[in-house]
């Protein structure tokens, strides 16, 4: 009988991502663990997401340093000022583009202002930490839409604008037609998101 991490190899298939619910081995779901996080490390298959995974394909055997380059690269190119962390999925595996994101963060190049979001950042001549080249609202509307969120001005924009109130808005405060759970912001600033 060939071992457990044959078995595992011989069942996923060239070019597809399997679901470790879907490996249907004679072992038990802690052994398929232990073997799958075995054949990640010996670089034999790709962790694209939590219990998902993928063949390495033939010849790419490129290191956190060279995907956080790409990284780098790509975000130098980019119009946008929010990026996702599927936008670089197609780097490396979940974990390596992880690291990656996480040396682009502390070069100063990106900003965390989310799970799974990123905003472009420079310097700061006046404290020198890395921080967003435009504003937490721009920022936070631009990630709501790139989400497929439905967002509109608040209602004390539309007061203010409408003359009915003198009082100025924040300029944080976003109405979200959908649900929204996550925080957006960036060092202890986080947009208000109200039911539109």
């Known amino acids: 009988m060939p071992s457990l991490s044959k078995q595992i190899l011989d069942y996923v298939p060239e070019g597809k991502v399997v679901d470790r619910a879907q490996i249907a081995l004679d072992a038990d779901y802690d052994s398929i663990g232990r073997v799958l996080r075995k054949l990640v490390d010996d670089g034999k298959l790709v962790r694209v997401g939590r219990g998902r995974y993928r063949k390495r394909a033939r010849g790419s055997t490129m ?26 999925e197609t780097f ?89 759970r996550r925080r957006i912001g960036y060092d202890g600033a986080y947009v208000i998101l109200e039911r539109a």
């Open 63 to 88: 290191s956190s340093n060279s995907i956080a380059d790409r990284v780098a690269r790509r975000v130098a190119r980019s119009k946008r000022n929010v990026f996702l962390r599927r936008d670089f």
């Open 92 to 180: 490396g595996s979940y974990d390596a583009v992880g690291r990656a994101l996480r040396r682009v963060t502390e070069e100063g190049r990106l900003v965390q202002i989310g799970y799974g979001l990123y905003a472009r950042a420079e310097r700061s001549p006046v404290t020198g930490k890395p921080a967003p080249v435009v504003g937490i609202k721009r920022l936070a509307t631009e990630a709501l839409k790139r989400l497929g969120k439905t967002v509109s001005d608040s209602g004390q924009t539309r007061d203010y604008n409408s003359g009915r109130t003198n009082q100025v808005p924040t300029g944080r405060t976003i109405a979200v037609k959908n649900r929204v």
